[in-house]
Nanobody, 121 residues
Framework: QVQLAESGGGLVQAGGSLRLSCAAS????????MAWFRQAPGKEREFIAF????????YYADSVKGRFTISGDDAKNTVFLEMSNLKPEDTAVYYC??????????????WGQGTQVTVSS
């Protein structure tokens, strides 16, 4: 089983920044997409952003557009999520995912275990 491991979560004050990382334990596809989702207690898993390196494209949810940036190091099979101007409503467990194609739906083949992001004043 391919493993994805998120890191970089933690506690940050509102308006602050965090950088999340997600590294895959093994390469699976020659062309693939990686994405970030988040899930707050009592809420459905929410799409944040994806990156399709084969096409060099990125896409963001409206809720984070302009504040979050997804990027990756394809050679290291790693994706990042740079978060700025964080708000309390950004508090959630953040998950990375990997699949053959980019989608805003949570139907990726591989998922990480999640990393907690807590934003407070």
């Amino acid at each position: 089983q391919v493993q994805l491991a998120e890191s970089g979560g933690g506690l940050v004050q509102a308006g602050g920044s965090l950088r999340l990382s997600c590294a895959a334990s093994a390469r699976t596809f020659s062309s693939y997409a990686m994405a970030w989702f988040r899930q707050a207690p009592g809420k459905e898993r929410e799409f944040i952003a994806f990156i399709t390196w084969s096409r060099g494209s990125t896409y963001y949810a409206d809720s984070v557009k302009g504040r979050f940036t997804i990027s990756g190091d394809d050679a290291k099979n790693t994706v990042f999520l740079e978060m700025s101007n964080l708000k309390p409503e950004d508090t959630a467990v953040y998950y990375c995912a990997k699949g053959l194609r980019a989608t805003t739906r949570p139907d990726y083949a591989y998922w990480g275990q999640g990393t907690q992001v807590t934003v407070s004043s």
